[in-house]
């Protein structure tokens, strides 16, 4: 019998969806959010776990620990264009778990949350060999609003908010040891990208949504199995992490096949894109056109050497 | 710096309520679910882990493991009067894990679900050493009949559901070596209490109610404190389960002071009990009155020896 190693994050949660998966469900497992339907709106819900040993970075605080669990769970709400409501924490700790750590991760969690406005709702504390945190987070969206993978059409304008290769570059500097706060920090206290998701949601010009926390290329992959379309991306446009975009032999790699960058990737109608790209700026945001929609038959990126294939790399859990 | 085996899983919860509990939430951090407001309704939210060292018994199997996880969530719901909508579950698993086990446990977790008509409606999967699994579920309930752990009152009666001393007389006879495949079943595949919480909130008739996970001593306790009441539990009335009525040494500790019956205790309005046990009888539920709400100050036991003191211990983690 295979073991998950065999199978990775992906194909697993396809084994699953085989045996939980629902007709009757208004959003099928397998995209940032599940929803449930509530009068106009969708119920959207997240659930994410960390666990030490595979998540959590070397000198990470406790205080960005916490910060940062409540920001990536937020993240796959703002990818289906809905509103944060609640979260709630379930935490797994040593009996020698120290107060003091559990105080600073609080913190961070209540930071996170009273940044975009919502509270810390309730929890469970259960006692464990390996520290393990899993947040869930509620949202609201209207149903004819909300944003989902599938929906991408050909001539669709392909974009990504903020920038590409953070993520990348910081650790790719932990590794080197050379990483220090600031690196830890890019990591860790991520701004999940709430209010372009609800920009995007509202326009109603978006056609479709992800967040590209598995990097960007293996983001374009998973909108392409969900839309039936492919992707023609420009690296030039790419809008590239200063620190990053000074690595030559590397910012490819770090700004299209790393994990880690909590940005929204969203395709618009191209009817729309002016409209979109005033608002982004009206809100002091950035929305970047990184390429188009097509028909062809495979995910491609023009660089000025010509046009390659883009790999399905990027990361994932269990491989 | 204290460490959390030094606060106990209660102690914890207070500690962590100081840092996010806001007067606005409609429902304080500590009771069985947290609430948001949704118009004329609640939504009810719970989250729970389960740890593989501390919380699974050996020789339970996997699919026993699914069924568990969703049933301790949906106790939660019921306790709060609540119809549940739907679970999301988050996974940490060893890349080792086989596929058939995560098959099983799948099983287990849809089987409950639609046995309450429900769905599991999406998750995540994580890599990590330990076997942890983290389950929320939702449901909601009309905000006029909610039911919390405050609201008892002096000359309330206070009744439970169901039969005490299933769950210790099991782990009993597990330690023992004489548990089996029987013993295991009933730790595990437990039926949470949403129909009979439906019933109690629909009456209208009470006052508060919890699920005795913790025990049924620890669980009054626990609405003592937030009801500001107390109680006086007659030995003679407890629905005590047959096989731990035949330990007499053990019966007393089986019953009061063990967690893991998954039943609800509830305080009703002498004015509606006659109702509340029609409707239950109507269902085939039963709802047996075992004692009183007084104001004296303290939580006694009255056995035919005469009257004594009910300790306040049962289960807590981290203890």
């Known amino acids: 019998m295979p073991k998950l190693r065999d199978l990775g994050e992906r194909e697993t949660i396809e084994f699953l969806k085989g045996i939980l998966d629902r007709e009757k469900l ?33 000198g990470a605080t406790s205080y960005q620990i916490g910060w940062h669990i409540v920001a990536i769970n937020l993240s796959d709400i703002a990818a289906m264009g809905g509103k944060p409501i609640g979260i709630v924490v379930a935490m797994s700790l040593p009996r020698t778990f120290d107060m003091a750590s559990l105080k600073e991760i609080a913190k961070g969690m209540d930071e996170c949350a009273r940044e975009f406005d919502l509270a810390i709702i309730g929890g ?50 932990i590794k080197k040891g050379k990483g220090g706060g600031k690196a830890i920090e890019n990591l860790l206290k991520i701004h999940p990208r709430i209010n372009e998701g609800l920009l995007l949601s509202k326009t ?16 374009l992959y998973q909108l392409t199995a969900a839309s039936s379309v ?54 002091g945001k950035k929305f970047t056109p990184i390429g ?28």
């Open 26 to 58: 208004p959003v099928r497992i397998g995209d940032d959010c599940a929803a449930i339907s509530f009068g106009d709106d969708y119920l959207l819900v997240t659930t994410d776990v960390i666990n030490q040993r595979t998540h959590i970075p070397k």
């Open 124 to 173: 469970d504390t259960k006692e464990s060999q390996e520290i393990s945190l899993c947040w869930t987070a509620f949202g609201l969206v209207p149903k004819n609003r909300i944003l989902l993978r599938s929906g991408a059409r050909i001539g669709d304008v392909v974009g990504v908010t903020g920038e590409l290769g953070k993520a990348g570059w910081s650790e790719f500097m």
């Open 204 to 219: 109603g010009w978006a056609t479709s949504c992800i967040d590209i926390s598995d990097g960007l290329a293996s983001s």
């Open 230 to 283: 492919f992707f023609e991306i420009d690296f030039d446009r790419l809008p590239i992490f200063d620190e990053a975009g000074k690595l030559p032999d590397k910012v490819k790699d770090l700004a299209l096949y790393h994990g880690g960058d909590y940005e929204l990737l969203a395709t618009v109608n191209p009817k729309g894109l002016d409209l979109v790209q005033r608002e982004f700026k009206k809100a």
């Open 292 to 319: 188009a929609v097509v028909e062809d038959k495979g995910n491609t990126l023009i660089t000025r050497k010509g046009i390659e294939k883009l790999e399905n790399k990027g990361y994932e859990h269990f491989r």
